[in-house]
């Protein structure tokens, strides 16, 4: 008989500390989410920088390594350097679950500073536009604050999903 007893009292003690576990997960889940909740994309995608990622944007998928994050841009070095507009991505996969807080001494270059830099090397970029825009393939005549003058088109930066070249503009 005593051996019920100390199996009943062995089993009312584990339901006890399984209870317990059970609310200290909760508020472990309740703190994560709180600490969770003040995190940004942003935040994400500098914890991403030098990690393999693959975004989809303009209707496609693009992989690479996380290269450089600017203004408004995310840079990805594969077989081919992808500059994709942040605003235009769809999804964004990672392995890295890290976020960076501070921002890297250039990430106030944005479009027009990738573009500057590729039509200065005279390097054949392709524009993938937003909506039903197509691809422009070519080299930049001129890169303006909000444009740039491609195959003799004009062609407004905040239209441009994702700019594809063989260099990382950024590469120093």
Known sequence: MDDR????????????????THARRGELGEEIAA????RTLLERMRGAIGQPVQIVVAGREVSGTAVFLGRGI????????AVVAIERIRELRTRSRRHMHEAGPLERLGMASALRRLAAEREEVVLELTGEGGAIRGRADMVASD??????RIVPLQSIALVQTRVNP???
Do not use: N, P
């Open 35 to 38: 600490h969770a909740a003040e």
């Open 170 to 172: 950024f590469d120093s």
């Open 74 to 81: 995310f840079v990805l070095s594969g077989t081919e350097t």
């Open 5 to 20: 007893i100390d199996a009943l009292l062995s089993d009312v003690e584990a339901m006890h500390a399984s209870r317990q």
């Open 147 to 152: 444009y740039i003058e491609i195959a003799g």
